[in-house]
């Protein structure tokens, strides 16, 4: 689960570690009182949405008066704020923070995530702040400071000191800087989280450290234990038909191409939609009914599928073992009787029940297109759009 920067930074002054002075806005009045709040100008003004890149697209500004505050603001707010993160429609922007300006010396990056190859959590750090991490990755990696930390033994001294020196801070702000990132892991183990990135950390004119930006993802496995963090989430940043499906406990990914995919498995997931591609044909989304679905959970999958305008034809691929074949073939009757299907559906069921799964969907009156096995499968979705 993703959440804002000004939340994100909510949570830092929790734990310690040092953020400009600032608050949330929703309208341009409520900008220009925390403006006035802070004390004097250049005060930022930053859109909030779930996406990096913001600057580059005309979401942050520098206001060097409450005139130009109060312009900004209504610039800002209301805009499609298109990044290379939010792909070319862009996101609405429904807020904003209004932060302190500070004295920049120096702009480094500092981010703490699960590394999955070691099966631990690695530091990262480089030099190169405030620019893609991306970029500096592609061209210059000898500029990133990996650090592994040993989850057993937390955060110890020497992994401190050697991302600080990593990072080429003056003396006089080592001690700052390693009491920040000890509060950061620290806040990384507490909350589950999946990552955290400050982009950049800045170095002040008086050798001090700062979290300029700050970006928390938090697992959604663990928000069990987070009630708190859970009223963070915003539903205004995701996919419509995302926060539809996890209301009946349904796994919903969007993506761009035609054919919509129900599934029982994300690993059975993952092969469908690469059988799919080398039909030649692209998968629309991924909908995984999990194993235990009941008829009523395969209507709404079957329901929310059909939602989606991309999509020109559906493959139901099905693997029936705790989910049985005829439970699962009730659900798609009820489903596409109520929706009053137009487009190709080819479906492709083993296992459990199967003859009697098959008895219904044959019984139906429906135009279903039967496949033998998943290569049949996807050859006829892709032959049917």
């Known amino acids: 689960m993703k959440i804002h920067e000004y939340q994100a930074k909510a949570l830092f002054r929790t734990f310690g570690v040092p953020v400009p002075d ?3 806005a929703f309208s341009v009045e409520e ?21 990096g890149g913001r600057g580059k697209g005309g979401g942050v500004k520098l206001a060097a008066s409450e005139e130009e505050a109060r312009r900004f603001a209504g610039e800002i707010l209301g805009m499609t704020l298109v990044t290379h993160q939010t792909g070319p429609q862009g996101r609405e922007v429904k807020k904003l923070l209004v932060e302190a300006g500070q004295k920049i010396a120096k702009e480094l990056y500092l981010s703490i995530l699960v590394d999955r190859a070691t099966a631990g959590i690695v530091i990262m750090a480089s030099q190169e702040g405030g620019m893609d991490i ?15 930390v040993d989850p057993l033994t937390g955060i110890q001294g020497y992994y401190l ?8 801070l003056p003396k006089a702000a080592l001690k700052e800087f390693s009491a920040l990132l000890k509060n950061l892991y620290t806040l990384f183990v507490k909350n589950d989280c999946s990552l955290l990135e400050i982009n950049p950390l800045i170095l002040t ?7 300029l930006d700050a970006k928390v993802d938090i697992d959604s496995n663990a928000l069990f234990r987070h009630k708190d963090l859970v009223e963070l989430r915003d539903l205004d940043e995701e996919d419509p038909l995302e926060v539809e499906a996890s209301k009946f406990n349904l796994n919903y990914i969007n993506l ?8 029982n498995g994300a690993g059975l997931a993952m092969a469908t939609m690469d059988i799919i591609k080398n039909a030649g044909a692209e998968p629309a ?3 995984d009914v999990g194993g235990g679905a009941t008829a009523e959970m395969v209507e709404n999958a079957f329901s929310i599928i059909l939602r989606d305008k991309k999509v020109k034809a559906v493959l139901i691929n099905i693997f029936g073992g705790i989910l049985r074949c005829d439970v699962f073939a009730e659900g798609i009757v ?3 009787k109520k929706s009053g299907i137009t487009i190709p559906v080819v479906v492709r069921m083993e296992g459990t029940n199967v003859e009697r799964g098959k008895e219904i969907l044959a019984q139906s009156g429906l135009n279903l297109i039967n496949a033998v096995n998943l290569k049949d499968a996807a050859e006829k979705v892709a032959a049917a759009i």
């Open 31 to 51: 900008a220009v009182d925390v403006a006035r709040g802070l004390g004097g100008y250049p005060v930022v003004v930053k859109a909030q949405i779930h996406a």
């Open 22 to 24: 600032g608050g949330v």
């Open 134 to 148: 991306e970029t500096v990755a592609a061209k210059t990696p000898e500029k990133i400071i990996k650090v592994r």
């Open 285 to 287: 989304n991924f909908m």
């Open 256 to 263: 761009d191409g035609n054919v919509g995919n129900i599934v």
């Open 161 to 168: 000191r050697q991302v600080g020196f990593g990072l080429g």
């Open 205 to 211: 004119s008086d050798d001090r450290v700062m979290a």
């Open 334 to 336: 009820t489903a596409a």
